[in-house]
């Protein structure tokens, strides 16, 4: 069955630190992947999407993702993380044939001033 | 563009009261969604619709939860009896066909008491 893994439920970084938050994916064809993030008491806002080409994708916001199919990942990155970042992170695989959007269990960042 | 609305914003109610969400997609998109989010189970697809037309409702917890989707423009979700294991965010979501990124709304936080 399809699913999505991030394995970090909380991470805590410094303002100013770089990020990497992680996913995984089980999914037998080549998947559309997403990142969204969700501030608090706010809807979910897109950051990136991959859906085929260019393996590093860029984002709003200052946030990468790369894919690699080898290790079935797809990890979000930010080279300098603001204040502002703090919020929860989720990973998501589409379903081609169906529309279905299997989102992860999402990961929250805490950012230290 | 407006993007996905969804009302009300926030909802209490008591037990056994009937609730109805309300969603207007994004113009010209022919999909709609509804997820639910909840602390233990996540985001879940609950049900979609393909231009108005009920597709995968395997998502529906049980039969006092329905949609609908009179029109392009207009979705309801509603839950008959309500109970307090319905409290939830409850999001809207949609896409035009083909292009497969998912756009939601600022979500639905209802609150069963």
């Known amino acids: 069955a399809q699913s999505v893994t991030q394995p970090d439920i909380h991470i805590t970084v410094s303002e100013g630190a770089s990020l990497e938050l992680r996913c995984n994916y089980s999914?037998?064809?080549?998947?559309?992947l997403f990142w969204y993030v969700q501030s608090p008491g706010q809807g979910l806002q897109l950051l990136l999407k991959?859906?085929?080409?260019?393996?590093l994708v860029q984002g709003i916001k200052g946030f990468e993702a790369e894919f690699k199919r080898s290790q079935s990942s797809f990890n979000l990155r930010k080279p300098s993380v603001h204040w502002s970042d703090a919020a929860e992170y989720f990973c998501?695989?589409?379903?081609?044939?169906?529309?279905?959007?299997?989102f992860g269990s999402g990961t929250r960042l805490l950012v230290r001033p | 563009d407006a993007g996905v609305i969804q009302s009300p914003r926030h909802e209490v109610t008591e037990m056994g009261q009937e609730v109805t969400l309300r969603c207007k997609p994004i113009?010209?998109?022919?999909?709609l969604f509804w997820y639910r989010q909840t602390m233990m189970r996540g985001l879940e697809l609950l049900i979609y619709?393909?231009?108005?037309?009920?597709?995968?409702d395997s998502g529906m917890p049980e039969d006092r939860f329905s949609a609908k989707m009179p029109n392009a423009s207009f979705s309801t979700l509603k839950i008959q009896p309500s109970e307090p294991r319905d409290s939830a965010v409850y999001f809207c979501?949609?896409?035009?066909?083909?292009?497969?990124?998912?756009?939601f709304g600022e979500g639905s936080w209802l609150t069963v008491v």
């Open positions: 991959y859906f085929s080409g260019d393996t």
């Open positions: 998501a695989v589409l379903m081609d044939s169906s529309y279905k959007l299997i």
């Open positions: 113009s010209g998109h022919n999909s």
């Open positions: 999914y037998g064809a080549t998947p559309y």
């Open positions: 979501a949609s896409t035009p066909t083909g292009l497969h990124t998912i756009y």
């Open positions: 619709f393909n231009n108005n037309v009920p597709i995968d």
